[in-house]
């Protein structure tokens, strides 16, 4: 079968030169295991930091392997109980047109509940990791209160713009940070941000001015997908007490040199609270929040956007767009 395989350790900005999709031997499932045709491959921005030669928070990806990532599917084969031929379910497997998956000790695998899902490629991404990461980041970690102010970075994104919605969604006041106007725009118009920032040529004392500028009486919480001057920025606008949910720091991916912080001392100035999450450790709730995605999507109150590109070729450019400011929504691969 075809797979994309990993051809470089990536020094720096990630592009399509550093995947090359080669034959690799097809796979069998073991006693406990399914096999797996896959349709839709989830591009995620963290797989950057497996790209590199040293070790990370996951072992990394060794080059000529295969990468590994969330991938929706048809079960061909099924060596456990809980699996049917047929199937659609959502695991992480390899990005290849197959993955042998061992549902028993992988917690992102589930099967599609046909009575709360939309569609198939939504379990990737509003009722997939993407979503459940704004659900969970923002209800269990940050716990806004109705008439608290949330700022989003990384608001035009797949967890961004569904971390917005869900503020608003439970009473509170949305204001998201997003690259270029068309995106800031978007926030508003599209998602319903009450307010949007756009930080392209910022610097870090015009970024916190304009933060303060649409947050005249602070911030309570803030959901942060970006790190770097971003969060620096918003570390100077928080309320006593306030909460921030650090998500991921998607503009450090790419760079050796993370930049200096300043505004750190707000931490203990107004009593902050910086909490980190996993996705994946709240697996045994998944299926509650699969149904209230669900039912905000068919009422209207959540919406999306996803942006697909078509075959494995397309997977290292379409991962190299996670970091270019060029993806328009949830990055999908359909095979
Ligand atoms: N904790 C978890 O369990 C978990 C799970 C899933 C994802 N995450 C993290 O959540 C974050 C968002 O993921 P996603 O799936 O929403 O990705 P996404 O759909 O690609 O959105 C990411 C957004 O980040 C912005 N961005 C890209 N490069 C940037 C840079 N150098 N500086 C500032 N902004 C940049 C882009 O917006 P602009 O074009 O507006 O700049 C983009 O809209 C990532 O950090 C990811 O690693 C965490």
Known sequence: MRAVILASHPHGPVSAAHF??????????????????????SLDPGV??????????????????????????????????????????VGRG????????TPDVDPMCWKLDQATMTAPSNSLGIQGAAGMTAYFGLLDVAKPQ?????????????????????????????????????????????????AAIDYQGLSLA??????????????????DNVGGTQLDAALDCM?????????????????????????????????LRIEGFLVHTYADQFDGAIAALGEWVRDGRLVFREDI??????FGGGFARLFDGSAQGKMLVKL
């Not at 999709?21 to 491959?41: C, H, K, S, W, Y």
């Not at 916190?208 to 959901?223: I, L, N």
């Open 20 to 41: 090359e999709v080669r034959d690799v031997p097809t796979l069998e499932a073991q006693e406990g295991q399914i096999l797996v045709r896959n349709m839709f491959l």
């Open 48 to 89: 950057r930091v497996l790209l590199g030669a040293q070790e990370g928070y996951i072992a990394p990806i060794l080059v000529g392997d295969p990468l590994v990532t969330l991938a929706m599917g048809e079960v061909t084969e099924s060596r456990h109980l809980g699996f049917q031929v047929g199937d659609l379910i």
């Open 94 to 101: 390899l990005t290849a047109e197959s993955s042998v998956i």
């Open 146 to 194: 109705p008439g608290e102010t949330v700022l989003v970075s990384g608001a035009a994104g797949a967890v961004g713009s569904a971390a917005g919605q869900i503020a608003k969604i439970h009473g509170c006041r949305a204001v998201g940070i997003a690259g270029g106007p068309v995106k800031a725009k978007r926030l508003t118009k599209e998602f319903g941000f009450d």
């Open 206 to 223: 015009e970024l916190t001015a304009a933060v303060k500028a649409v947050c005249p009486d602070g911030v309570d919480v803030f959901f």
């Open 239 to 271: 309320n006593w007490k306030g909460r921030v949910t650090t998500c991921g720091m998607i503009s450090q991916y790419n760079t050796q040199v993370p930049p200096a912080m300043h505004n750190l001392f707000q931490v203990v100035a107004n009593a």
């Open 309 to 314: 590109v078509e075959g494995l070729d397309s």
